[in-house]
């Protein structure tokens, strides 16, 4: 056993590498920048770990989502590892307690979001220390012409350039060619080694039927699923809304899960449903990353996705166990034309464009030549009243502004509220009245929090309310004042939709748009939507082989369980079928299973078994027997 094997045994109790986990560590302890496409639930985290691990320095994870951070931060954790977190729900002086641990301490990991390489405190600490590794997690969301485009991601290019002799590791799930070529020439690593394994799910039952009445067909499916785990893609909050009324109405228990929920009651819901208190959540695709739920046997969408990437990896959430598992889509032919109606919406002229930005900055009080850097409350539905703008107009041209990188629009951006006391104790006592709330509630900050005269102090208003007996209403209003008083610097809480100005505001004659660009992400939106369209229409290819051929894997044969395969005849067992029933019942070694099913098979039983090892669904026992996870 070599010292990666060791390190693997020691923190996580395996064995041996999964395939191709070894070589893509093996190249980044050599410093060699590496594009590793995954499928979810193959190991990629473990790259990083293992690697962060063997290497000297500090491994830098950026993630898209605080909650996919915590995830990797408790997994890194139990590994016996140090690691740590830099979000918006840190203030500035636990920032440089988190790299105060990185000196002088033993923190080996941080977690960060693309965004905070926008702050100049965090580059210039990151500066200081020793990085060994950058590991990109959804390494998608860096390309425009992925399906989670994030212009944050961008901030990225900075690495190679600030770093150049610290490698890279990108990972992703799904990756076309050209959004892997996007992805290695914005991170400024065009010769990096690409790790590929195959994204084949052949334990998910794919399905897509044209249905005229919906709402029937979902409470009939659901109703055959009861008892299992189960989510319902919708596209839009009414229309989520709607379907958990109509399931739970039908006595199909049911929540819901979009972006308009607040943190709090998002955090419940999906940790409910993740103990199996309730079996359906019905989302749109905020319910996303970071959903690694093994026992999920179905997944349907009720509305047509916009893409076969988003598709494919929304129903990657399914059998993650390895247990045969089920993705149905629901459509009909107003879905189509919606779909179509859709895209063209998401692209309206400059001029539109033109005129909305005008709007959004005068609603915002944001004079010319200023603005940049600033974040106002936005609420969406106001603003489109005040503004007497149509909503959906409002919506796209606001995606427009943020895709170009005039601002950067937040549904739910948290800040944590914060005090620091300016004057000094006895100039505190001249300055207020004893007895009065805005005396109580300082006496309260004074003994409840430490460091509040040398540094911004996090604090809870409700905890000072409940201490006091007053309202939370009247302990705001009474941190308010002293904050008025400028007896104290109090920041406020927050949570809502937020809008943060990338670009100073200029005058509408020098507004405009890369209109090059713009073209060609038209043309490339219109390509995924033509690609979903024929992907359902199609009566005659495997399901699966026509969405990996998008993949560009094209050697794949066909999975023998969707409705396409079953509809031509071919629900007979297939090889594979045979093979799998075979091992689950005798445990062979490969010379049984040769033995059984002919030599002429050797080469396609060898390719089976190392694909379901590779998922994680077999190993090979000392005795070299086959054996079932």
């Excluded at 905890?463 to 008083?485: E, H, P, V």
């Amino acid at each position: 056993m070599n010292k990666l094997e060791e390190l693997l045994y020691k923190h996580f109790a395996y064995k041996s590498f999964r395939p191709l986990q070894k070589e893509v560590i093996e190249d980044l302890l050599e410093a060699k920048d590496t594009l590793a496409l995954f499928p979810t639930g193959s190991g990629k985290s473990l790259l990083y770990q293992i690697a962060g691990i063997a290497l000297p320095g500090l491994t830098v994870v950026i993630s898209p989502l605080l909650s996919l951070m915590k995830d990797q931060l408790d997994s890194v954790r139990k590994a016996g590892m140090i690691g740590d977190t830099i979000n918006s729900e840190k203030t500035e002086d636990e920032i440089v307690q988190v790299f105060n641990n990185i000196k002088y301490g033993n923190t080996k990991f941080i977690f960060v979001s693309p965004e905070r390489f926008e702050s100049d405190l965090f580059l210039k600490l990151l500066g200081q220390t020793d990085v060994s590794l950058f590991a990109i997690d959804e390494a998608h969301c860096i390309s425009m012409w992925g399906h989670d485009f994030r212009p944050a991601y961008l901030n990225l290019s900075l690495l190679k350039r600030e770093y150049p002799r610290v490698p890279i590791l990108a990972l992703t799930a799904t990756a076309t060619q050209y959004v892997k070529e996007d992805i290695l020439k914005t991170l400024g690593i065009p010769k990096a080694k690409t790790y590929q394994k195959s994204f084949a799910r052949d334990n998910i039952e794919i399905q897509a039927y044209n249905i005229d009445n919906k709402k029937k067909e979902i409470v009939s499916l659901l109703g055959r699923h009861l008892g299992d785990s189960t989510i319902v893609y919708c596209r839009t909050r009414r229309q989520v809304e709607e379907t958990t009324y109509l399931l739970n109405q039908n006595n199909i228990p049911a929540q819901f899960y979009h972006a308009g929920l607040n943190n709090k009651d998002r955090k419940k819901r999906q940790d409910a449903w993740f103990a199996d208190k309730f079996r359906c959540m019905v989302s749109t695709n905020a319910f996303g990353m970071g959903i690694d739920k093994s026992n999920v046997r179905l997944v349907v969408h009720y509305e047509m996705p916009g893409s076969l990437e988003n598709y494919y990896q929304e129903i990657g959430r399914a059998g993650r166990d390895g247990v045969l598992s089920k993705a149905v889509l629901l459509y009909n032919n107003s879905d189509i034309l919606a779909l179509r109606k859709r895209t063209k919406k998401t692209f309206p002229e400059e001029a539109i464009v033109k005129s909305f930005y005008k709007k959004l900055m005068h609603y915002l009080k944001i004079a010319y030549e200023e603005g940049e850097g600033l974040i106002r409350p936005f609420t969406f539905h106001s603003f489109c009243k005040a503004s007497e703008t149509s909503v959906s107009q409002a919506y796209y041209a606001l995606k427009v502004l943020e895709d170009d990188g005039w601002i950067r629009f937040s549904e739910n951006l948290r800040n944590i509220s914060t005090v620091r006391i300016f004057l000094d104790r006895k100039q505190l006592e001249y300055s207020l009245e004893e007895g009065s709330i805005n005396s109580e509630v300082l006496s309260s900050l004074l003994r409840s929090y430490e460091g509040l005269f040398f540094s911004n102090v996090r604090i809870e208003e409700t905890f000072i309310a409940n201490k006091l007996g007053l309202s939370l209403d009247q302990t705001k209003l009474a941190l308010q004042k002293l904050d008025a008083r400028n007896l104290i610097s109090y920041r406020e809480y927050k949570e809502g939709p937020q809008i943060q100005i990338l670009k100073p505001r200029v005058r509408q004659e020098f507004f405009s748009i890369d209109k090059k660009r713009y073209a060609a992400k038209q043309i490339e939106v219109e390509r995924k939507q033509n690609s979903i369209i024929k992907f359902i229409e199609e009566e005659d290819t495997c399901r699966q082989k026509r969405i990996l051929a998008y993949f560009d894997e094209h050697d794949y044969t066909r999975c023998g369980i969707c409705d396409n395969c079953k509809r031509k005849g071919h629900d007979a067992q297939t090889l594979k079928e045979k093979l799998w029933k075979y091992i689950s019942k005798n445990e062979p070694s490969i010379f049984d299973l040769v033995q059984q099913f002919g030599e002429e098979h050797k080469t396609s039983i060898l390719q089976y078994v190392k694909e379901w090892e590779d998922l994680d669904r077999v190993s090979i026992t000392k005795d070299k027997r086959i054996q079932l996870h």
